[in-house]
C-alpha cells in the first residue's frame, strides 16, 4: 500500500520533525496531540523546524550550509524555489488536532512519538485501538523501548513495528526500521519504502533490541558524561570540550541531552535506574558505578525550573 496520510502521536522535538518531514514530502499530516496546553507547547517547534527547514535551504543555495539530504537528494537537481515552497506547503498544511478518533480517521499511517513512558504509552494504545481504521499501520518512535512490549495493546501486532528516527532528521536523514515477532513483512517492506518516501535512509534492524543502532551506542555514550558531572569529577562545558576537542565531534554529551529534550533524558535514566534488564550484562558491569539516583535528581530538578533544553532557551546551556 503507498501511504498517503499520517497521523502523528505526540508533538515533541521529534514528533514535530518527523510531521514536518513528512509534510515537505507532499504527505498529508496531523499531529495529535493530548491536550490545549500540547498546542501551545508544539505550535513554536513547528514554527522552529520552519526556520531550520529555512535556514538550511539558504545555505544549500549560496554554498554556506551543509547539504541536507532530508531536503534534496544529492544526485538531483537542487531547486531553492521549489525546496522553500515545499516549506511552505508543509508548514500551511499540517494541522494539530485534539479528538484522536478525528486525528486517525483516515490514517493510512500512525507514528507514535510520544515520551519514554511505558504506561503512558500502553494507555495511548488502548485508547487509539478502537477508533483505528482497519488498513492503517502503527509505528513507535522509541528509543529505548521494543516494540513487542506494546503490540499487544494496538489490537493489530501484525501492523506494528519501531520507525526510529535521529534528532535534525533534514540533516541526520536514517531511520531504523525493527519488526517484532508478530509483524507482517509485508509491513516492514512498506515501511522501508515510505522512509524512501520521506527522504530517510532506512536502515534494517534485524532482531529487537533496546536502543535499536544508534542509541545502543549513544545512551552509554550519553551517561558516562552525565555521570562525571553528577559525581563532581567536572562540569557540563568542561565535559563536552572535553569530547568535542578531543574527537571533532559537533556535540558533547551536554547538548546532546539540550537538543533532544531533559524530558526525554530524564526518562532514559528512570528506565535504567528501573529496569536494569535493559542493560546488556557487561553494560551493565560498566554502569555498576554510576550515580543513577542523583542523575535523576539533577534532570528532575531541571524540569520542574523549566529548563527542559533547547525548546524552553535553557537546559544545560542557555539559548
Same mark, same amino acid.
Given at each position: 500500500?503507498?501511504y498517503?496520510?499520517?497521523?502523528?502521536?505526540?508533538?515533541?522535538?521529534?514528533?514535530?520533525?518527523? #510531521?514536518?518531514?513528512?509534510? &515537505?514530502?507532499?504527505f498529508d499530516?496531523?499531529?495529535w496531540l493530548?491536550s490545549e496546553?500540547?498546542? !501551545?507547547?508544539t505550535q513554536?517547534k513547528?514554527?522552529?523546524?520552519?526556520?531550520e527547514?529555512? #535556514?538550511?535551504?539558504?545555505?544549500?543555495a549560496d554554498?554556506?550550509?551543509?547539504w541536507?539530504?532530508?531536503? *534534496?537528494?544529492?544526485?538531483q537537481?537542487f531547486?531553492? =524555489?521549489?525546496?522553500?515552497?515545499a516549506v511552505?506547503?508543509?508548514?500551511?498544511?499540517?494541522?494539530l488536532e485534539l479528538? @484522536?478518533?478525528?486525528?486517525v480517521a483516515?490514517?493510512d499511517?500512525?507514528?507514535?512519538s510520544?515520551a519514554?513512558?511505558?504506561?503512558?504509552k500502553?494507555?495511548f494504545y488502548k485508547?487509539? *485501538?478502537?477508533?483505528?481504521?482497519?488498513?492503517t499501520?502503527?509505528?513507535? $518512535?522509541?528509543?529505548?523501548l +521494543?516494540?513487542?512490549?506494546f503490540?499487544? &495493546?494496538? !489490537?493489530?501486532?501484525?501492523?506494528?513495528l519501531?520507525?526510529h528516527?535521529?534528532?535534525?532528521i533534514?540533516?541526520?536523514n536514517?531511520?531504523e526500521?525493527?519488526?517484532q515477532?508478530?509483524t507482517d513483512?509485508r509491513?516492514f517492506?512498506?515501511l522501508?519504502?515510505?522512509?524512501?518516501?520521506i527522504r530517510m535512509?532506512a536502515l534494517?534492524? $534485524?532482531? =529487537?533490541? $533496546?536502543?535499536y543502532? +544508534?542509541?545502543?551506542? +549513544?545512551v552509554?555514550w +550519553?551517561?558516562?558524561?552525565?555521570?562525571?558531572?553528577?559525581?563532581?569529577?567536572s562540569?557540563?562545558?568542561?565535559i563536552?570540550? #572535553?569530547w568535542?576537542?578531543g574527537?571533532g565531534?559537533?556535540?558533547?554529551p551536554f547538548?546532546?541531552?539540550?537538543?533532544?529534550g531533559?524530558?526525554?533524558a530524564y526518562?532514559?535514566?528512570?528506565q535504567?535506574?528501573?529496569?536494569?534488564? @535493559?542493560?546488556?550484562?557487561?553494560l551493565?558491569?560498566?554502569?555498576?558505578p554510576? $550515580?543513577?539516583?542523583?542523575? *535523576?535528581?539533577v534532570l528532575?530538578?531541571?524540569?520542574?525550573?523549566?529548563? @527542559? !533544553?533547547e525548546s524552553?532557551g =535553557? !537546559?544545560?546551556?542557555?539559548?
Open positions: 500500500m503507498s498517503k496520510t499520517v497521523c502523528v502521536a505526540g508533538g515533541g522535538v521529534l514528533g514535530s520533525q518527523i #510531521a514536518f518531514q513528512a509534510a &515537505y514530502c507532499g499530516v496531523t499531529i493530548r496546553g500540547s498546542i !501551545g507547547r513554536p513547528i514554527d522552529h523546524v520552519r526556520e527547514y529555512i #535556514a538550511a535551504i539558504e545555505g544549500m554554498g554556506t550550509g551543509e541536507c539530504a532530508g531536503i *534534496a537528494d544529492s544526485d537537481i531547486d531553492r =524555489e521549489a525546496a522553500l515552497a511552505e506547503r508543509a508548514y500551511s498544511t499540517l494541522k479528538d @484522536l478518533a478525528k486525528a483516515d490514517a499511517l500512525v507514528i507514535e510520544m519514554e513512558d511505558t504506561q503512558a500502553i494507555d485508547k487509539l *485501538a478502537p477508533v483505528l481504521p482497519q488498513k499501520v502503527i509505528v513507535t $518512535n522509541s528509543s529505548t +521494543l516494540p513487542s512490549t503490540a499487544k &495493546y494496538t !489490537g493489530r501486532p501484525e501492523k506494528y519501531s520507525l528516527f535521529a534528532n535534525s533534514w540533516k541526520n536514517m531511520t526500521v525493527m519488526a515477532d508478530q513483512k509491513y517492506d512498506e522501508v519504502d515510505f522512509a524512501n518516501d535512509l534494517p534492524v $534485524n532482531k =529487537e533490541k $533496546n536502543g543502532l +544508534l542509541n545502543s551506542m +549513544l552509554p +550519553l551517561l558516562s558524561g552525565l555521570d562525571l558531572y553528577v559525581s563532581g569529577v562540569d557540563p562545558k568542561s563536552d570540550l #572535553a568535542t576537542r574527537t565531534a559537533p556535540k558533547g547538548r546532546v541531552f539540550d537538543t533532544v531533559i524530558q526525554t526518562n532514559i535514566v528512570m535504567y535506574q528501573k529496569v536494569p534488564g @535493559l542493560v546488556s550484562p557487561l551493565k558491569k560498566m554502569m555498576m554510576y $550515580n543513577f539516583k542523583a542523575m *535523576a535528581s528532575k530538578k531541571m524540569l520542574d525550573e523549566g529548563k @527542559l !533544553g524552553s =535553557e !537546559g544545560f546551556f542557555k539559548y
